[in-house]
């Protein structure tokens, strides 16, 4: 059974970072494409990042300069570094994984954590 475990969130000030984690089990992540999405109240999920075994980490351009995909093969861990945080940042963030997969389509992601909330507020 896979399970990918999220952490890490919490409330920051902005302009403050946070590192999520995801770690999985029953899935060897080094060879998955893992994603990081957010939903925030009121809106779709979105996707952040998406780190795979073949390609460079690709982000999306609201987060692009501020955060960093990276992934621990040895602790089967992807993280997610934020930097910089903004007010609009705040959500639920997710990751999730796709087997052997060479991008990160919202729909086609095999795999999903539970979240983790970030808020970024005075």
């Known amino acids: 059974q896979v399970q990918l475990v999220e952490s890490g969130g919490g409330l920051v000030q902005p302009g403050g970072s946070l590192r999520l984690s995801c770690r999985a089990s029953?899935?060897?992540?080094?060879?998955?494409?893992v994603g990081w999405f957010r939903q925030a109240p009121g809106k779709e999920r979105e996707g952040v990042s998406c780190?795979?075994?073949?390609?460079?980490?690709t982000y999306a351009d609201s987060v692009k300069g501020r955060f960093t995909t990276s992934r621990d093969n040895f602790k089967n861990t992807v993280y997610l570094q934020m930097n910089n945080l903004l007010p609009e940042d705040s959500a639920v963030y997710y990751c999730?994984?796709?087997?052997?997969?060479?991008?990160?389509?919202?729909?086609?992601?095999?795999?999903w954590g539970a979240g983790t909330s970030v808020t970024v507020s005075i």
């Open positions: 999730a994984a796709l087997d052997s997969g060479y991008g990160c389509p919202m729909s086609d992601m095999n795999y």
């Open positions: 780190i795979t075994y073949t390609s460079r980490p």
């Open positions: 029953g899935l060897a992540l080094d060879y998955a494409a």
